[in-house]
């Protein structure tokens, strides 16, 4: 391997690992507040038409969403990676088993002191990659954060709101004014449930929703939020995993287990029982973990996705790798592309799976000549 800058290496990392605030302080409620000013500044700008569909319009690249290429030689992983043909052309089905829902919080700039033209990757939230390729915008109240979509259409997010704008006060998950609702919205984008779920001193986090219940990682451990009443119940402690669940930078669970990942070196998955918090697996890849870490519909497979680091300056392969839950067997590891250039988020940014055997995933990256990401969207078939 070419030896590889430290700087690069430390942003891939940093890139990579990085993990939002908790839902508990005014820090992710400004954070928000700045992805938006920068989202309708960018709206401005010249070549945006053909990045994000900020006016409501579909994506151009994502208008022809393209099969995998064939894998690249096998990922060094903890587990025997099972023999599989190059990945062949797969048609998602018609009504996919899980929604490709994307939020990205982006990260433009300017060069000539601020006055020349954007480059970055613009942020967008709750933005829906369908079936066919085109895209749609969901309409999300200011301050949404972390989209989860349930199959019936509806959107399931937290609202977060600074009740004291412009009034100075220690921040912090103790902060006085500021309210952490969780919002349902309906399949035309309308408010069904706006309901106050914060505990002042506490963080929360929203994990996922099987329809009915809204998954809520808390101080305390994972909770089931029952969207129709309110009522939680909780899953799993922290202390009977033995492990802060609300720390993990990544989750996803069904109803007898779960899948997490953190933020130390390396990429590692850990699937634990829902029933006594025991890990059961570490799955582990030669790389850094990316967005998108999700359980098969039926919960027997988990699709990773992760980056390998850069055997050359500036070349950095958006893989995904699938493995049996049970066994920690690997059943796929696959090239979903490769970034050439200096892209600031130039990551895989979502991933969902069209059935039990089809996942599709939406990166990002820099067309040759272009100043703005790109989203492109893969799909991958697991033999």
């Not at 690992?17 to 992805?35: G, Y």
């Not at 709206?43 to 319009?57: D, I, S």
Request: hydrophobic letters at 40%.
């Amino acid at each position: 391997m070419a030896a590889v800058p430290e700087d690069l290496i430390e942003a891939v990392h940093r890139a990579a690992q990085a993990t939002p605030p908790h839902a508990a302080d005014l820090a992710n409620v400004h954070r928000r507040r700045r992805a938006r000013r920068r989202r309708r500044a960018a709206a401005t700008a010249g070549g945006l038409a053909a990045l994000v569909a900020l006016t409501g319009g579909a994506l151009p690249m994502l208008a022809d969403a393209r099969s995998a290429p064939a894998p690249a030689t096998p990922s060094r992983t903890s587990a025997a990676p099972a023999t599989s043909p190059p990945a062949t052309p797969v048609v998602p089905a018609a009504v996919p088993a899980q929604r490709l829902v994307i939020d990205v919080a982006g990260e433009t700039w300017r060069g000539d002191n601020g006055t020349g033209p954007a480059a970055g990757l613009p942020g967008v939230a709750a933005v829906e990659v369908l079936p066919d390729g085109t895209v749609r915008r969901h309409r999300v109240p200011d301050g949404w954060e972390q989209t989860v979509a349930s199959a019936d259409g509806r959107l399931i997010g937290l609202q977060l709101t600074d009740l004291r704008p412009g009034v100075h006060r220690r921040d912090g998950p103790d902060v006085e004014g500021l309210s952490v609702k969780l919002v349902v919205l309906g399949p035309d984008d309308s408010v069904q449930t706006a309901r106050e779920i914060r505990v002042r001193g506490a963080g929360v986090e929203l994990l996922g929703t099987d329809g009915t219940v809204a998954y809520l990682a808390r101080d305390g451990g994972v909770v089931a939020h029952d969207l129709a009443t309110g009522r939680e119940e909780m899953l799993l402690r922290s202390s009977t995993a033995g492990v802060d669940l609300l720390a993990a930078s990544r989750t996803d669970l069904k109803p007898d287990h779960l899948v997490e990942q953190r933020t130390d070196d390396g990429c590692h998955t850990d699937v634990r029982r829902l029933t006594d918090g025991k890990r059961i697996a570490r799955l582990t890849l030669d790389g850094l973990c990316e967005n998108g870490l999700r359980l098969s519909p039926n919960g027997r497979l988990v699709a990773v996705p992760y980056q390998r680091l850069p055997d050359r300056v500036g070349d950095r392969e958006q893989r995904l790798a699938v493995f049996d839950v049970a066994t920690g067997t690997l059943r796929t590891d696959r090239l979903v592309g490769t970034s050439h250039r200096a892209s600031a988020a130039g990551r895989i940014q979502g991933v969902a799976w069209a059935d039990e055997t089809t996942v599709r995933v939406a990166w990002t990256d820099r067309p040759e000549g272009a100043r703005l990401d790109s989203v492109d969207v893969v799909t991958v078939a697991v033999r």
